[in-house]
């Protein structure tokens, strides 16, 4: 199985940054697409931003030129920088990873727990 564990949310101010961070463990073969999705409340979860296995990243356009997502494979990492934060940032933030657990094997969808950012004056 595979554990994502996020980190870095928290309480910032408009026009502040944060640091998200996502490390998968576990019985990783390999990872593929690791993605940042979030949830604002009454919302449907969205997808903010991805990174490839070769390093290509998207965004949402809502996000994109203030957001930079980036990955560390030898950690199994991937980051999401914030940057020029607005109220309607404010959500909680989920990674999603693909793995294999095997050579060959089939690949699966894996969620983190979430991490609550906060965006007030």
């Known amino acids: 199985q595979v554990q994502l564990v996020e980190s870095g949310g928290g309480l910032v101010q408009p026009g502040g940054s944060l640091r998200l961070s996502c490390a998968a463990s576990?019985?990783?073969?390999?990872?593929?697409?690791m993605r940042w999705y979030r949830q604002a409340p009454g919302k449907e979860r969205e997808l903010v931003a991805t990174v490839t296995s070769g390093g290509s990243a998207g965004y949402a356009d809502t996000v994109k030129g203030r957001f930079t997502i980036s990955r560390d494979n030898a950690k199994n990492t991937v980051y999401l920088q914030m940057d020029s934060l607005k109220f309607e940032d404010a959500a909680v933030y989920y990674c999603n990873v693909i793995a294999s657990l095997r050579s060959g094997g089939a690949w699966y969808n894996y969620w983190g727990q979430g991490t609550q950012v906060t965006v007030s004056s």
């Open positions: 576990g019985s990783i073969f390999s990872i593929g697409a």
